[in-house]
């Protein structure tokens, strides 16, 4: 993340917003809460999820707050569980961790790490799993819904078009489901009840996406300690953000001042518990 202050002509940052698939995931995860309390396997008040994270850095916080947001937005008494591995790829530590989730009593897992460890254990708890990078229905055909993702054909058609044309590639990039650089893997369509449905939320969550009309980190949607957020810019939260001005018309604008994510609040309903071992 160090391209624009580097002073290299040659040195560039580029990333997705990522964000928007982990939120559209989370909206199918909702829905299958939602479907499990229909059908009287859950109440509402058992709708705790888990998520299995890499480290507690800015990028993790950004992806799994989005997925819960987008879990809340269809079923709003979820809370999250998020335990940390201290690894980006440990398979073994990956499925302990989500195994010790589902015994805190946690009844849908994610992730932000690169292995399908957490579908494993899903599938030999029958608990339903949402992935990352790629489809987990190879790991867990019977439990995995969908995984977040991220498509980097844009990046790669538009850096190898500069370097054809001759022209500068942009130090910092970053571009989502408008650009297709953003997409969630197929949904499984053995895991719900009334898949058309899912597929026609899905298909108006992600409109509303492209059309700017459904903003992530809308900060009326979340809360810390209570509190709605309306700057960053503060004492308060200096440690975290330095001075800079993230909130832009009640929003957390996130990757748009730098590719890389920045949200780093954890916000009410969500507990961090201690890395595993």
Same mark, same amino acid.
């Given at each position: 993340c160090q391209a624009a202050s580097s002073g290299l002509a040659n040195m560039?940052?580029?990333?997705?917003?990522? &964000? %928007?698939?982990? &939120?559209?995931?989370?909206?199918?995860?909702?829905?299958?809460?939602?479907?499990?309390? #229909?059908?009287?396997?859950? =109440?509402?008040?058992? *709708?705790?999820?888990?998520?299995?994270?890499?480290?507690?850095?800015?990028?993790?916080?950004?992806? &799994? =707050?989005?997925?819960?947001?987008?879990?809340?937005?269809? *079923?709003?008494?979820? =809370?999250?569980?998020?335990?940390? =591995?201290g690894s980006w790829a440990d398979q073994a530590l990956e499925k302990e961790t989500a195994e010790a989730l589902i015994a805190d009593g946690c009844v849908l897992i994610s992730q932000h790490a690169d292995t399908t460890g957490a579908a494993t254990a899903c599938e030999a708890a029958g608990v339903p799993d949402v992935g990352y990078n790629i489809s987990?229905? %190879?790991?867990?055909?019977?439990?995995?819904?969908?995984? #977040?993702?991220?498509?980097?054909?844009?990046?790669?058609?538009?850096?190898?078009?500069c370097m054809l044309d001759g022209e500068t590639i942009v130090t910092d990039w970053c571009q989502g489901y408008s650009e297709g650089a953003d997409r969630i893997t197929e949904l499984n369509e053995k895991a719900f009840k009334d898949i058309e449905a899912v597929k026609a939320k899905v298909a108006e969550v992600e409109g509303a996406i492209i059309d700017g009309s459904l903003k992530v980190f809308d900060t009326s949607t979340w809360t810390v300690g209570g509190q709605t957020i309306t700057s960053t810019a503060t004492d308060e939260w200096s440690e975290l953000y330095k001075g800079v001005e993230y909130? %832009?018309?009640?929003?957390?604008?996130?990757?748009?001042?730098?590719?890389?994510?920045?949200?780093?609040?954890?916000?009410?309903?969500?507990?961090?518990?201690n890395q595993v071992g």
């Open positions: 560039h940052n580029y990333f997705t917003s990522v &964000y %928007e698939s982990r &939120y559209v995931s989370g909206v199918v995860a909702g829905m299958k809460l939602n479907e499990m309390i #229909a059908d009287g396997q859950l =109440t509402e008040a058992d *709708c705790k999820i888990g998520y299995v994270g890499a480290f507690s850095y800015a990028e993790v916080k950004s992806g &799994y =707050t989005a997925f819960f947001l987008g879990v809340r937005s269809v *079923c709003p008494s979820a =809370t999250m569980e998020v335990k940390y =591995t987990m229905l %190879e790991a867990a055909p019977n439990w995995a819904l969908t995984s #977040a993702s991220i498509n980097w054909a844009p990046y790669y058609t538009y850096a190898t078009q909130i %832009e018309n009640g929003t957390f604008a996130e990757s748009t001042l730098a590719s890389a994510p920045a949200f780093s609040f954890v916000i009410d309903g969500i507990t961090e518990l």
